[in-house]
């Protein structure tokens, strides 16, 4: 049973504009989301997260959004950038899970030139 | 290095075949996670060791799936007569400290997977 869905696979992008990806959950149980970064050939690397006691996290470039009673979040991407070109996953976690992680099915951005 | 490293990267089998996969985490992660993630899906967790000790293996698709970490460093996950479906990227990832104490999920690492193919 798939708890984190990330329901667009593909996205492009013109380079500078901005990059939405959504991702949806199911468990209310998850208090802690993430999202990684994954290019070909490599593990995934840790980009940006948010507390369930948050609405908004910013580091630079990325931020995050999280509406906690439509169990939604997305990551927007200001301005997109060619290096952003990437498969990112969306993942939830909480203590009573021993902090494992489900992650969605991934989002292939391409950021186009 | 400094990151999590895994070998083989890259690992063909025939079917029935057993397989090691190994990983080295970060010196000192406490924890370690492997996932498995088939093509075009996300990671999917298998199993979960804190130290030595073998917390959590509800992921493991089936008894063929073994995972051991004897030292509380070096982890190997073996599958015995392997399958076509076993084929996926498997990967591993270790964090600093007990999950239980901080909150550190920030720092679990991955590393590049070893990528099984069963023929």
């Known amino acids: 049973d798939q708890q984190v869905k990330q329901n667009s696979p593909s996205l492009s992008v013109q380079e500078g504009r901005i990059s939405i990806l959504n991702c949806d959950y199911t468990n209310s149980m998850f208090d802690y989301f993430l999202w990684y970064k994954k290019y070909p050939a490599e593990g995934p690397t840790f980009l940006i997260s948010?507390?369930?006691?948050?609405d908004k996290n910013e580091d630079g470039r990325f931020t995050v959004f999280l509406n906690k009673s439509a169990k939604h979040l997305s990551l927007h991407i200001v301005p997109s950038q060619p290096g952003d070109s990437a498969v990112y996953f969306c993942?939830?976690?909480?203590?009573?899970?021993?902090?494992?992680?489900?992650f969605g099915a991934g989002t292939t951005v391409t950021v186009r030139a | 290095g400094a990151g999590v490293s895994q070998s083989p990267r890259y690992k063909v089998a025939k079917r029935g075949q057993d397989v090691a996969l190994r990983c080295d985490p970060i010196?000192?992660?406490?924890?370690l996670f492997w996932y498995q993630q088939a093509l075009g899906q996300g990671p999917e967790f298998l199993t979960y060791?804190?130290?030595?000790?073998?917390?959590?293996k509800s992921g493991l698709p089936s008894d063929r799936f073994f995972a051991e970490r004897p030292e509380g460093s070096v982890s190997t996950l073996k599958i015995q007569r392997t399958q076509q479906e076993d084929s996926a990227v498997y990967l591993c990832?270790?964090?600093?400290?007990?999950?239980?104490?901080?909150?550190?999920?920030?720092?679990?690492?991955f590393g590049p997977g070893t990528r099984l193919t069963v023929l």
């Open positions: 948010i507390s369930s006691i948050k």
């Open positions: 993942a939830a976690t909480s203590p009573s899970n021993d902090y494992k992680l489900s």
């Open positions: 010196s000192g992660h406490v924890s």
């Open positions: 990832a270790s964090i600093r400290l007990n999950p239980g104490l901080a909150v550190s999920y920030n720092e679990q690492f």
């Open positions: 060791f804190q130290n030595e000790a073998q917390l959590d």
